[in-house]
């Protein structure tokens, strides 16, 4: 029996491990406003994914303005807003995640050259629904919750990661 914990929402933010899922990977399903945003692949490199939660709360831990200018910014603006930049199991994901006082506003969709033969569901709950590719998940979160989230899944990653470590090494502890 695989041990699944979920930090955050699926309908907002969330991180679901299946903890028990791979020996040596963190099998990590992301959501972004009910969509689940890497159905092509979910298992994480544990030092990657704790890089890069501890990366994301860096950003997030002190609330930040609005940006400025238009709604629509384009190229060195617009990369300042990235988001779940997180390796191989994002890499199809476009998202970007803009602070406006105590909240986070999440856009992100499936970019269109993913793996055509993957369907993307969105879950709302134990409803699922197909999405289309190019059809974005939108989500406003607190920006507590979304710290909360990360700090969360960033404990159980490095716990999961050493005891991972300590088995490939022989080491117990």
């Not at 704790?50 to 303005?65: D, H, N, Q």
Request: charged fraction near 25%; glycine fraction near 8%.
């Amino acid at each position: 029996m695989t041990a699944v914990v979920l930090f955050g929402s699926r309908t907002g933010f969330g991180l679901e491990f299946h903890v028990e899922r791979d020996p040596s990977l963190l099998c990590v399903d992301v959501f972004v406003g009910g969509l689940q945003v890497n159905t092509w692949d979910n298992a994480f490199y544990p030092p990657l994914l704790v890089k890069k939660l501890k990366e994301e709360l860096a950003r997030f831990r002190t609330p930040g303005p609005r940006p400025l200018g238009p709604t629509s910014p384009t190229g060195e603006a617009l990369a300042r807003w990235e988001f779940l930049e997180w390796g191989e199991c994002t890499d199809q994901v476009i998202a970007f995640a803009s602070p406006d006082g105590d909240l986070v506003h999440l856009t992100c969709r499936i970019r269109e050259e993913a793996e055509p033969d993957r369907g993307t569901v969105a879950r709302c709950g134990s409803t699922e629904v197909s999405v289309s590719r190019g059809e974005p998940a939108e989500v406003s979160v607190s920006r507590t919750a979304l710290v909360e989230t990360l700090e969360s899944a960033l404990a159980l990653a490095e716990r999961e990661w050493s005891a991972r470590l300590a088995a490939l090494t022989g080491r117990t502890g």
